[in-house]
């Protein structure tokens, strides 16, 4: 017998009894060195094509009682999910509409894209009111309803650590019961849960200007100084007047969506065209820089990346071109 018939043979029967050789992922290590491929494609979307697919959603599914009239960002190079760990899409909620309450394990947030005083999310039993620009929480295994008493359909971002928690398989899930909030059992584990928008922008003004990123506000969680959820960190970034950022790459995927202005997102071999509204994903050590276009206002993107989860298990790497 010839070495590899014998080899092929060990295979065969190793295989018989559910075992492998490790010696059969050489060559997979071999393609890690230099680190992973990044999961997923850099991707654009654009607000007016979502806003159309947006009315047709709201002509064809005119009551979401439990279900959500949200649409997801799906990245064309991955079997599921914005990036390989976050989920980011547009929900809309109708005039008087009310999404019934539930809870899952999986941790989600809102960045309000047209809010109201009159528009509120009942996290755990606390109103939280949902203007233009605010971020609110609903952390793992909080009651959440949304209530739209505006007169308006509203608008607003949803990011969750879908594909993540679907990876560990920790998916729980519980309807309630009715339009309203159960009685909770549980404490508040997070410091607060809706962050203003006149804070956060006004945050960025008071930073100095970070060459990769702008002017970087952090979202931070109150009792903890630590990011906002425990999978997720947010940020509000300002680009001065005609900045270009330096080129980097980070082990953190990341979400963002143009709060104002208009810019490019370089990528080796590509640029991706944003303006308001529309929403981005770049994956995992990724090259790339973002440019503000407009010499004479300022850009303002709020990203939101996995970095808590990769730094929480030593994985994260920065990797600066200069
Ligand atoms: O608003 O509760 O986009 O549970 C996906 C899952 C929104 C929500 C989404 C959800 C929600
Ligand atoms: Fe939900």
């Known amino acids: 017998m010839l070495e590899n018939d014998v080899m092929a043979e060990l295979d065969r029967k190793l295989t018989e009894s559910n075992m492998r050789g490790q010696w059969k992922s050489e060559a997979f290590l071999s393609a890690a060195i230099g680190g992973p491929k990044p999961g997923g494609e850099a991707a ?12 047709l959603a709201g002509e064809s599914m005119p009551e979401s009682l439990q279900a959500r009239r949200s649409l997801i960002f799906q990245n064309p190079g991955l079997p599921r999910g914005t ?3 976050i989920n980011m899409g547009v929900q809309m909620i109708l005039p008087e509409e009310n999404a019934w309450a539930h809870r899952h394990s999986i941790g989600a947030l809102r960045f309000i894209i047209e809010g109201d005083e009159k528009l509120t999310t009942i996290v755990d039993g606390n109103h939280c009111v949902m203007q233009t620009g605010d971020l609110v929480l609903t952390p793992n295994w909080s009651w959440h309803d949304h209530h739209n008493q505006s007169g308006k359909p509203a608008y607003w971002l949803d990011v969750l650590d879908v594909p993540l928690v679907l990876g560990l398989n920790q998916v729980f899930y519980e309807p309630g019961t009715a339009e309203t909030q ?3 059992d549980h404490d508040l584990p997070r410091g607060v849960l809706r962050f203003p928008w006149n804070e956060a922008i006004a945050g960025t003004l008071s930073l100095e200007v970070d060459p990769e990123l702008g002017q970087c506000f952090e979202y931070r969680d109150p009792k903890t100084g630590g990011s906002c959820l425990p999978t997720l960190s947010c940020r509000l970034v300002r680009l001065p ?3 270009a950022g330096a080129l980097f790459r980070t082990t953190a995927s990341s979400v963002g969506f143009v709060v104002r202005g208009a810019g490019r997102v370089h990528l080796p071999g590509s640029v991706l065209e944003i303006a308001a509204r529309d929403a981005f994903v770049i994956p995992n050590w990724t090259w790339h820089h973002v440019s503000n276009s407009s010499p004479d206002t300022d850009m303002v993107i709020f990203m939101v990346t996995d970095e808590p989860v990769i730094k929480a298990l030593g994985f994260l790497r920065r990797e600066s071109a200069a």
């Open 44 to 55: 654009v979307w654009h607000w007016d094509a979502v806003m159309s697919l947006m009315s």
């Open 83 to 85: 990036s390989h760990t």
């Open 182 to 184: 159960p009685i909770m």
């Open 241 to 243: 007047p005609a900045f």
